[in-house]
């Protein structure tokens, strides 16, 4: 059986759908499971190739940070080598305090038993899926590994098209009546995965609508997954509206240091799972997964967790800068998809964009173009920029849409990231300006060669 993965021509982009688990063309009939390289770790590679190669390509594809290491982080992880025994499934208690004071000064009182560690949420994601007792609904378009993983855990996926507004959140009324509809199949919804800042959109959800959604996931009795990786990355902190503050009781959060803290080879992630019975239950079965896959976070990097969600000056100072560096390279980024005539978002968090081509359509009427992944084989082989299509992230494969990371535009060495991260005017820094000059052309000449 072929997991949410898409038929897959060599080295061409492609990616996991938002079907549930399905025979698919590149099925092997042998009756063993293949999940598809995810879109984003393969564009990456193929984007290194082409630079190998001598082929200059300014890389939008993929979601890392990009920024190094905080000084104090490199410093505890040294500190830290010796801790080589394993230790408690969940996390040390240092290490779980720390993260229950974040939350808990971001107005979420939380318990050190409330959280749990793994090597990235990525892991949790996965486990939480696993332990579900049904289907799961997922905004449409949404990050590339939700669907692949329910597919994984053998979780049916209800996809509901994101409202207008912006991504990381079902239309409340789609969902309501997909959530009708698959009842009436007989199907099972159990829980709702949320996105807030998003990734592929890079918007942050209105509090109107996080509310509508709690509320809907209140009546049809459904545990709410808020995915808020991006949180501190909000441009606008004060915008950030999370579930946990609406129905405490049925929202786990996920998080970790891969974004805001650009720590994502570190793999650290959490979850702060619900005070109470559900939250016991969940707890329970979590860590059941957890010691049969993963045992525990790796110790060192336990004690990078309880410094970083320490909050020391110094993290905090770190963090501000990140968030201000890609907020304006992101909206840097969004003038020139807007100038080029493409119709994008605004970006609110995170590092993302997701343009849609579809009002140059005309203009690309004989380069063959008739979908998003033909748009980024054309982007990256005739024009040097590589992104992703919209449908690694389930979107509708004829739509022209693509997902444009701005985070791999900081420079290519330490020392230029530095002076990014730093910059009171990292647009005038010639690395960052020359991609995006780069970009501008690329985008001017698309269609008409
Ligand atoms: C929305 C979203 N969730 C989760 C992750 C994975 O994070 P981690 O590094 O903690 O596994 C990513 C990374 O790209 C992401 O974009």
Redesign the pocket.
Known sequence: MVYAARNELPGRISAPTLAAPAAEPNDTGRGDTVVAHSA?LEIDERVRARRAAGQPVVHLGF?EAGLPVLPSVREVLAGAADRNAYGAVAGSVPAREAAAGYFTRRDLATDPDQVIYA???????FALLAVLDGDVVLPQP????YAAQAALAGRGVIPVPIPDEAGGIPDPGRMEHALRAARAEGRVPAAVIL?LP??PTGTLAPAELVDEVCALAEREDLLIIS?E??RDLAFQQGDFHGPATVVAERTVI??????ATAL?GY???LARLPAGARGMTLRTELVGVASELWSSLAAPMQEVARHVYGEPDDVVDYVGRCRRLHATVSKAVHRVFISAGTRCLEPAG?FYLYPDFAPLRGRLGGTGVAGGADLAELLLTRHGVGVLPGEAFGDDPRALRVRVATSLLYGETEDQRWQSLNSEDPLSLPWVAEPLDRLRQALAELGKR
């Open positions: 984003t979601g090597p990235g949420s990525k892991a949790l994601l949404c990050w590339v590994s996105t998003d990734n995915d990786i991006y996920t998080t970790g240091l891969s974004k994502g793999r650290v992630g995170g």
